[in-house]
């Protein structure tokens, strides 16, 4: 079978509500074809949509990963009162929150790419001429989209596993790991949005002649 056609046959099979036939046609190598053109329109798609929802571009991620610190800090409170008051402990307590946490942490991530406030050397850059810093900031791009790319194709990969195994969270029997790992795919997707987002407003200033390369500031807004 062709990459091509290896990466057709991941369409039926994310549709086809079987694990198993997923992790067959997510371990093919037409999945990285497949995953490519989707992290391509998937980025697009969310940029628009953040264009088209501004309260959404504004609080979506940050409102996610709030939420779940909240949570995470909801469990923790509660288990040392559980433990030392009740002396009892809910077996889940310190296995939910990690998972938790990786939620947490990847959609404060797509934030932040937003933000600029990751490795972007903008001191160093600022000195450069306008096609420089826009040829600089192109390469950012096609790097953050290659890293959405990557961790998007593997965590389908280890999410199709996990359903496909049945895999619980240790200590609990009700709760299965992939429900937290879909979210992986998910918020890669929305930080791809935000890349196409940074380099479009680049590129505008770019062409405009304003000024392109501004100083981020870690916890603030741009």
């Given at each position: 079978?062709?990459?091509?056609?290896?990466?057709?046959?991941?369409?039926?099979?994310?549709?086809?509500?079987?694990?198993?036939?997923?992790?067959?046609?997510?371990?093919?190598?037409?999945?990285?074809?497949?995953?490519?053109?989707?992290?391509?329109?998937?980025?697009?798609?969310?940029h628009?949509?953040?264009?088209?929802?501004?309260?959404?571009?504004r609080?979506?991620?940050?409102?996610?990963?709030?939420?779940?610190?909240?949570?995470?800090?909801?469990i923790?409170?509660?288990?040392v009162?559980?433990?030392?008051?009740?002396?009892?402990?809910?077996?889940?307590?310190?296995?939910?929150?990690?998972?938790?946490?990786?939620?947490?942490?990847?959609?404060?991530?797509?934030?932040?790419?937003?933000?600029?406030?990751?490795?972007?050397?903008?001191?160093?850059?600022?000195?450069?001429?306008?096609?420089?810093?826009?040829?600089?900031?192109?390469?950012?791009?096609?790097?953050?989209?290659?890293?959405?790319?990557?961790?998007?194709?593997?965590?389908?990969?280890?999410?199709?596993?996990?359903?496909?195994?049945?895999?619980?969270?240790?200590?609990?029997?009700?709760?299965?790991?992939?429900?937290?790992?879909?979210?992986?795919?998910?918020?890669?997707?929305?930080?791809?949005?935000?890349?196409?987002?940074?380099?479009?407003?680049?590129?505008?200033?770019y062409?405009?002649?304003?000024?392109?390369?501004?100083?981020?500031?870690?916890?603030?807004?741009?």
């Amino acid at each position: 079978m062709s990459i091509i056609a290896e990466a057709v046959a991941v369409i039926p099979a994310l549709f086809s509500g079987s694990a198993w036939e997923k992790r067959q046609a997510f371990d093919a190598d037409g999945m990285w074809l497949f995953c490519f053109v989707y992290t391509f329109l998937g980025g697009l798609a969310a940029h628009y949509f953040y264009r088209f929802f501004p309260f959404m571009e504004r609080h979506l991620e940050r409102t996610i990963s709030v939420v779940m610190y909240l949570i995470i800090a909801g469990i923790i409170c509660w288990g040392v009162i559980d433990r030392f008051v009740f002396s009892s402990q809910w077996s889940g307590s310190t296995t939910i929150p990690p998972f938790l946490f990786m939620v947490m942490a990847w959609f404060a991530c797509s934030y932040n790419v937003k933000l600029r406030t990751h490795l972007s050397f903008s001191e160093f850059r600022s000195k450069m001429p306008p096609t420089g810093q826009m040829a600089t900031l192109t390469l950012d791009a096609a790097l953050w989209l290659g890293f959405c790319w990557i961790a998007i194709t593997t965590s389908l990969r280890f999410t199709a596993l996990s359903a496909d195994n049945f895999q619980l969270v240790d200590g609990v029997d009700d709760v299965m790991k992939w429900w937290f790992y879909t979210t992986i795919p998910i918020a890669f997707t929305l930080m791809a949005g935000r890349v196409f987002g940074n380099w479009i407003e680049d590129w505008n200033n770019y062409k405009s002649g304003d000024q392109i390369i501004k100083q981020a500031v870690i916890g603030g807004d741009v």
